[in-house]
């Protein structure tokens, strides 16, 4: 990280004090510095749609280049109804219960500063996606974390357990974070964990956050469910999504929340005053990326599949033990059969010496020993960028 002078401690928010800056990023920089390539940060290395990017162009030259409606254009909003109801059989008033925000990023953080007082907690699966922690706590609430454990033999699952998730909902709980398909681990929650999570949350009444992003990437015949479908969640459930993964645009920065009416209400309080509004022509495009045909989304799927299906083998042929993801677009590898002492030190290790960035594994839980033996690489890249890393990773040998 970089270093900053001193300054006297009233200067800073104590919220600021309780988390670090995000690794993630950090490692892109890092990337950049020792010419590595990037499989840290979530991005693909390709092309997006030249149909949307069109429709990007044509809306600036068009004009639509000045506010959009606070919660979102219009058109957009109307394609994010017309898709939920067409992929998970939910209605949606585009009118009453869309806003559209600055990235999920942003949706994420406006439903917490929405919902959260001070006092609440928030449940959070572990390993789990950086943006959490801070979020809950800017938020004003604190994150209560609850273990994914690994699967223990070749080809299993991710998995929790049940009274462990129990007891997490009973300490003046809000919500629960809950992000399908999973970044870091790829795991795909099933429907019947995800109605042990509905009964919990009408049992306690809690509310359900979904990070969706990563809905349409799924491997091996996984299907992905929203919460807000199951019986008695459409009410206690906002839905998050955007078109940064499913339309390979992570650099526009459109993405929105799904609620009912009244909490949408508050979303968008929180929103106007954050960013006013997400960038206008980009929404436009962003209703035509929605109509794409069903087509578009199984390619981009298998195409993933086949990222994945280049990079693990790589991976594992190096000494990675790797856990193969269901969804999403990254790979949580175990790194103790390399011995370092870290991951930390591992990852420095690979990103100046190898020439390779990846994630380490401790950015992604609370006690930084608990992903000391793991990292995490992304595989949204080009062949030719993974045939170049597996080329890399020859040169590390085991120690
Ligand atoms: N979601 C992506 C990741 O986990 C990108 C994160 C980010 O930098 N916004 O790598």
């Not at 940060?41 to 809306?59: H, L, M, N, Y």
Request: glycine share 6%; net charge neutral.
């Amino acid at each position: 990280m970089a270093q900053v002078p001193a300054l006297p401690k009233h200067y800073l928010s104590d919220k600021v004090e309780h988390f670090t800056e995000s690794v993630i990023r950090e490692m892109t920089r890092q990337a950049m510095q020792y010419g590595a390539i990037n499989l840290a940060q979530g991005f693909p290395d390709f092309s997006a749609p030249a149909e949307i990017k069109r429709a990007a162009q044509q809306a600036i030259a068009e004009d639509v280049n000045q506010y959009a409606i606070t919660w979102g254009a219009k058109n957009l909003r109307n394609a994010i109804a017309r898709q939920m109801q067409e992929w998970q059989g939910i209605h949606v008033d585009p009118e009453k219960e869309i806003v559209v925000c600055c990235g999920s990023t942003e949706a994420m953080i406006a439903t917490l500063l929405a919902v959260c007082n001070k006092g609440d907690e928030v449940v959070v699966f572990e390993p789990f996606y950086e943006n959490y922690g801070p979020d809950s706590i800017l938020s004003g609430a604190k994150p209560r974390f609850v273990s994914l454990r690994p699967p223990q033999a070749a080809g299993g699952e991710w998995t929790f357990d049940e009274q462990e998730l129990r007891e997490a909902f009973q300490h003046h709980t809000k919500a629960i974070i809950l992000n399908t398909p999973n970044n870091p681990t790829g795991k795909v929650f099933s429907r019947k964990e995800l109605e042990l999570i509905r009964d919990l949350c009408v049992e306690y009444n809690v509310l359900a956050i979904t990070d969706e992003i990563y809905e349409h990437i799924l491997y091996d015949g996984a299907a992905h469910i929203s919460i807000a479908r199951l019986e008695g969640m459409r009410e206690r459930t906002i839905t998050i999504n955007g078109l940064s993964k499913s339309y390979s645009v992570t650099g526009w920065r459109v993405g929105w929340a799904v609620a009912p009416s009244a909490i949408t209400n508050a979303i968008r309080k929180v929103h106007d005053f954050l960013t006013v509004g997400a960038p206008a022509p980009l929404q436009e495009a962003g209703a035509a990326a929605l109509g794409l045909p069903a087509t578009y989304y199984r390619d981009l799927a298998d195409k993933y599949r086949a990222r994945r299906d280049h990079l693990i083998p790589a991976l594992e042929r190096t000494g990675f033990r790797c856990y193969r993801p269901q969804g999403a677009y990254y790979v949580m590898t175990d790194i103790s059969g390399f011995g370092y002492k870290n991951d930390i030190e591992f990852a420095g290790y690979l990103v100046r010496e190898i020439g390779i960035a990846c994630v380490p594994g401790s950015s992604f839980y609370k006690h930084p020993k608990d992903g000391s033996q793991q990292v995490r690489f992304a595989f949204c890249k080009r062949p030719e960028t993974l045939d170049e890393a597996s080329q890399r990773l020859e040169k590390l040998t085991r120690t």
